[in-house]
C-alpha cells in the first residue's frame, strides 16, 4: 500500500486532534474537568466558555475503526453481553472501555465529571449515557432536542430547548467546573464559529464546480473533522479553515479536482450524492472503490450530521442561546423524512450529479430508517437514478467488499449506458 | 393535536367535556386491564398470557368502551372456567417486549415451556398511564400532568434516577414471581442495550433470568422452547424456595 498523500490542512488536523487527545489524557494530573457529549447537536462552545474539556466517544470510535482496533472492542462489548444488532458505536466505547478506556491515538482517556446528553437525532445516544452512567457514576445534563417533525423548525421548540439550557445545562455546566456562566465568553466563541462555518460553507459548495475540486463525503469528514468536534469556537478551527480555503481556492484556480490518498485525482467521470455514513474499518479501500473509476461525491449528507451550515444557518454571538438551540435543532439526522428528501434533491440538482448513492449502515437506525423510500422518491423528483449498498459503522465484520465493490461497479456502468443513449 | 383529531373526526372541534368524557371511558379501560393483570398475578393459570395478549390487542383497533366489556366477560369467565387448572410452572415477568410486539407463537411456546407469566410489558401503550387521569379541571392539564408523572417506565424513556432495572425489580417482587425472562426483537437498540443493565441489577439481587431474541416474523420457535424450558426447569428444579 501507497504512502498516503497529505496536504497542509490534513497535517494540521492531525496535529490539533493529537494535541487534544494529548491534553486529555493529561486531564486528571493535571485537574482539568471533562464533559463526554455526542457530535450532532453539541454545546462545545458552552463546554468550553466554563473551560471543560469536551470528549466525544462517536470520534473515538470512529477513530478506532479507522485504526482497525474497533473490531476487537466490540467483541469484548458482546462478551459482556451486547447484543450483535445493535450500534456498533456504542459497543466499541464500551468494549475500550472495558479494556482501560486507551483513546485512539494510544493514550489513557478521563474519566467524565460531566455526561452531556444532547440527544439530538438519534434515539441510542440517550442508551449510550445511560450506559456509561452505570460504569462512571458521574452526574448527566440531560438537553431533550425535539424532532423536527414538521420539518421546519417551531418557535415553541426553540423556547424548549433554551429552558433547558437555563434550567439544566448551564448549572450542571457551572456545578462541575465552579465557574459562573460567561456570556461575553460564549459570544466570542461563537463569532470564531461563524467564521469556520462561513469556510466550511464555502469548501462544501466548491463542489459545484466541474470538475470538483474536493470529495465531499470521504475527503467531506476529514473536512467537518474540526467543526465536528472538540475545536468549534476556537482560533485553531478558524485557522484550519482558512487554510483548507485557500488550498481549495489554488485547486480550483488550477482545475484540479479532489486529492485522493493515491495522490491527486486524474479525471472526474461521475458525480455522486451520497447519503449515510461512511465505513470506517475499511474507508480507504471504500474510498478506493469511487476514485479508481472517476466517480467524486459531489455532495453528502453524513457531513451534515454535526450542524446543517449550507442551508444557512450560522451560530450568533449576538443571540447565543437562540442559535446554540437552533443549531441542535438543525442537526440532519433530527429533519424530518420529507425535509431530508428535499435536501437529498436540492443537491443532487444543485451539484448536478450523475446518481444516488445510499449506504446503508447496519446498526445505525437513526440513518438507515426510510432510506429506500428516500431513494425512490429522489428518482422520482429528478430522474436521477439510485443505489444503494450495505455497510457497517466500525464492526469489520460488515464489510463485504466484493459485494460492495460490485454494486459500486455495476452502478457506475449503468450511468454509462445512460449517457451512451441520450 | 386537538385541531388535528378534530380534523380526523370530521368535526369543527373537539370541546373540554369531549375530552373528559373520553378521559373518563379510557381510565375506565385501563382500571378493567389493571384488574385483568392483578388477576392474572393471583392466578396465571386461569389467565394464560396467549389469551391475555389477544384480547389486549383487540383493545388497539376497538372503540375502548367496547373493549372494556370484552375484557370483564373474559376475566369472569376465565374465572368461571373449571377446566383451568393449576400446574407446577414458573411464575415469570416477561420483559423488551415494549414496541415491536411478538408473533403469537412465541407467547404460546414460553407457556408450553413451562412458564407462567405474571407480568409483562407487552402492549405497553395501554398501560402507558399507570393510574386514572383527573376527570375534573382542565382536560389537557390532566392528561399532561398523569404522562409526566405517572407514566410506565420503559427503555424507551430516559430514567433521571439512574435506576434502570427498578421497575422490573418492583414486578418481581409484587408479583411473587420466580424468574425474569429478557426477550427483546432483534435491531430493537432501546431494548438491547437496555439487556446488559437489566441482566447486571438482576444479578446482584439474586433474580433468576434468561434472554433471548426474536424477528417479528418467525415461526421458528424451537430453540426459544428449549431455553425457555430448560430455564423454567431451573427454576422449579435448584431455586432456593
Known amino acids: 500500500m501507497s504512502d498516503v498523500q497529505k496536504e497542509a490542512s490534513m497535517l494540521l488536523q492531525k496535529r490539533l486532534l493529537s494535541d487534544h487527545f494529548d491534553v486529555l489524557s493529561h486531564a486528571t494530573e493535571e485537574g482539568r474537568k471533562v464533559v463526554y457529549t455526542f457530535v450532532p447537536g453539541n454545546l462545545n462552545e458552552l463546554v468550553r466558555s466554563f473551560d471543560l474539556l469536551p470528549l466525544l466517544p462517536e470520534i473515538n470510535a470512529l477513530q478506532s475503526g479507522m485504526r482497525k482496533l474497533s473490531g476487537n472492542y466490540i467483541t469484548e462489548a458482546e462478551k459482556h453481553g451486547h447484543s450483535e444488532d445493535v ?3 456504542v459497543k466499541c466505547d464500551i468494549g ?9 491515538t494510544g493514550k489513557p482517556l478521563p474519566k467524565p465529571d460531566l455526561l452531556l446528553l444532547s440527544y439530538t437525532g438519534c434515539f441510542t445516544f440517550l442508551k449510550w449515557f445511560e450506559l456509561l452512567r452505570e460504569q462512571y457514576d458521574c452526574p448527566v445534563a440531560m438537553l431533550h432536542v425535539p424532532y423536527q417533525s414538521n420539518g421546519a423548525l417551531d418557535e415553541h421548540q426553540r423556547q424548549y430547548v433554551i429552558d433547558q439550557l437555563h434550567s439544566e445545562v448551564i448549572p450542571k455546566l457551572e456545578q462541575v467546573s465552579g465557574k459562573k456562566y460567561d456570556e461575553d465568553r460564549l459570544r466570542e466563541m461563537l463569532r470564531l464559529s461563524a467564521i469556520a462555518e462561513d469556510d466550511l460553507v464555502w469548501v462544501l459548495e466548491s463542489a459545484k464546480h466541474t470538475p470538483s475540486p474536493i470529495d465531499a463525503y470521504f475527503g467531506g469528514v476529514y473536512y467537518v473533522g474540526p467543526i465536528f468536534s ?13 487554510l483548507l480555503r485557500r488550498e481549495i481556492e489554488e485547486r480550483i484556480a488550477a482545475g ?7 495522490g491527486q485525482l486524474k479525471e472526474e467521470r461521475y458525480r455522486l450524492v451520497v447519503e449515510g455514513p461512511p465505513n ?6 471504500f474510498w478506493r472503490m469511487f476514485y479508481d473509476e472517476g466517480a467524486v461525491v459531489v455532495a453528502s449528507t453524513y457531513t451534515k450530521v454535526g450542524g446543517l451550515y449550507d442551508t444557512g444557518f450560522r451560530h450568533d454571538p449576538a443571540h447565543p442561546l437562540e442559535s446554540l438551540a437552533d443549531y441542535c435543532l438543525g442537526c440532519y439526522t433530527n429533519l424530518s423524512l420529507p425535509a431530508r428528501v428535499d435536501l437529498l434533491e436540492r443537491y443532487v440538482r444543485e451539484y448536478n450529479a450523475d446518481g444516488l448513492l445510499i449506504n446503508s449502515v447496519k446498526s445505525c437506525n437513526s440513518f438507515s430508517v426510510g432510506q429506500l423510500l428516500m431513494l425512490r422518491e429522489i428518482e422520482k423528483r429528478t430522474g436521477v437514478p439510485g443505489a444503494f449498498i450495505e455497510s457497517d459503522l466500525v464492526d469489520p465484520r460488515y464489510f463485504s467488499a466484493a459485494n460492495i465493490k460490485n454494486r459500486i461497479e455495476s452502478f457506475l456502468q449503468m450511468l454509462d449506458q445512460r449517457r451512451a443513449i441520450a | 393535536m386537538r385541531d388535528d383529531f ?18 373518563a371511558i379510557y381510565n375506565d379501560n385501563r382500571a378493567v386491564i389493571r384488574d385483568l393483570y392483578r388477576e392474572r398475578s393471583r392466578a396465571p393459570w386461569l389467565f394464560p398470557l396467549s389469551e391475555v395478549f389477544l384480547f389486549l390487542r383487540a383493545g388497539n383497533v376497538m372503540p375502548p368502551e367496547e373493549h372494556t366489556m370484552l375484557l370483564r366477560d373474559y376475566i369472569r369467565a376465565a374465572r368461571q372456567d373449571e377446566s383451568r387448572r393449576e400446574q407446577d410452572h414458573s411464575r415469570v415477568v416477561l420483559a423488551g417486549m415494549f414496541c415491536e410486539q411478538p408473533p403469537h407463537g412465541l407467547l404460546v411456546t414460553l407457556e408450553r415451556a413451562g412458564c407462567d407469566v405474571v407480568d409483562d410489558d407487552l402492549l405497553v401503550g395501554l398501560r402507558w398511564l399507570t393510574r386514572d387521569v383527573d376527570v375534573e379541571g382542565d382536560p389537557l392539564e390532566n392528561l399532561v400532568e398523569a404522562y409526566l408523572f405517572a407514566s410506565a417506565s420503559s427503555a424507551s424513556r430516559y430514567a433521571p434516577d439512574g435506576d434502570r432495572a427498578k421497575w422490573l425489580i418492583d414486578s418481581y417482587t409484587r408479583n411473587n414471581a420466580e424468574g425474569v425472562i429478557l426477550c427483546a426483537p432483534s435491531f430493537c437498540d432501546p431494548a438491547l442495550l437496555d439487556q446488559p443493565m437489566l441482566v447486571s441489577r438482576l ?15 418467525t415461526g421458528q420457535f424451537a430453540v426459544i422452547r428449549e431455553q425457555a424450558g430448560t430455564f423454567s426447569d431451573s427454576i422449579r428444579l435448584w431455586s432456593t424456595p
Open chain 2, 6 to 23: 378534530a380534523r380526523l373526526a370530521g368535526r369543527d372541534e373537539i370541546d373540554d367535556d369531549d375530552l373528559r368524557d373520553s378521559i
Open chain 1, 96 to 104: 475500550q472501555l472495558l479494556k482501560g478506556n486507551i483513546g485512539p
Open chain 1, 256 to 262: 484540479l479536482g479532489p486529492v485522493t490518498p493515491d
Open chain 1, 87 to 89: 450500534c456498533t458505536y
Open chain 1, 230 to 242: 472538540a475545536f468549534r469556537g476556537t482560533q485553531s478551527a478558524v485557522d484550519y479553515y482558512a
Open chain 2, 203 to 217: 444479578d446482584r439481587e439474586g433474580v433468576p433470568h434468561t434472554e433471548f431474541k426474536y424477528a417479528e416474523d
Open chain 1, 280 to 285: 470506517w474499518t475499511s474507508f480507504r479501500d
